[in-house]
């Protein structure tokens, strides 16, 4: 499924380029090196709800719709979307435009989530929002 409607109106947490460094054998983006931008994201905007650091705990659940290729502008948008005692999940869509151009399409989205830790790498309560 490709979608075209429009992108989230927000800045992106994570912009990038797409490499010849991130293909896989088949010349495409290699899927692992998205969700890694996808995680570093969600991870961007969980660590300011949770005021300071997180660890990522679980991939809830992830969606390819369309390959992303060398060079296309790779724009991750994040949203927190639920929070627990010291958990919070995100909302992750990937958005790419082409180096030529045209308009951006939604080619991956999935959800990710976080524990709130300490110095000690304790799970520690979410502050108040």
């Known amino acids: 499924m490709t979608e075209t409607a429009v992108p989230p109106d927000e800045v992106p947490a994570i ?12 010349g495409d983006i290699f899927g692992g090196w998205l969700m890694s931008m996808m995680d570093m994201a969600g991870a961007n905007v969980a ?10 705990v679980a991939v809830n659940e992830i969606e390819f719709h369309s390959p992303v290729l060398v060079g296309d502008l790779v724009s991750c948008y994040a949203k927190v979307i639920r929070t627990g005692r010291t958990s919070l999940a995100t909302k992750v869509e990937v958005w790419v435009r082409g180096r030529s151009g045209g308009e951006p399409i ?24």
């Open 47 to 56: 660590y300011e709800r949770a005021g300071g650091r997180v660890a990522t």
């Open 106 to 129: 939604k080619v991956t989205e999935g959800e990710f989530t976080y524990v709130a830790i300490d110095e000690n790498r304790v799970p520690r309560p979410l502050p108040k929002a």
């Open 15 to 26: 912009r990038i380029i797409a490499m010849p460094a991130d293909t896989n054998p088949s």
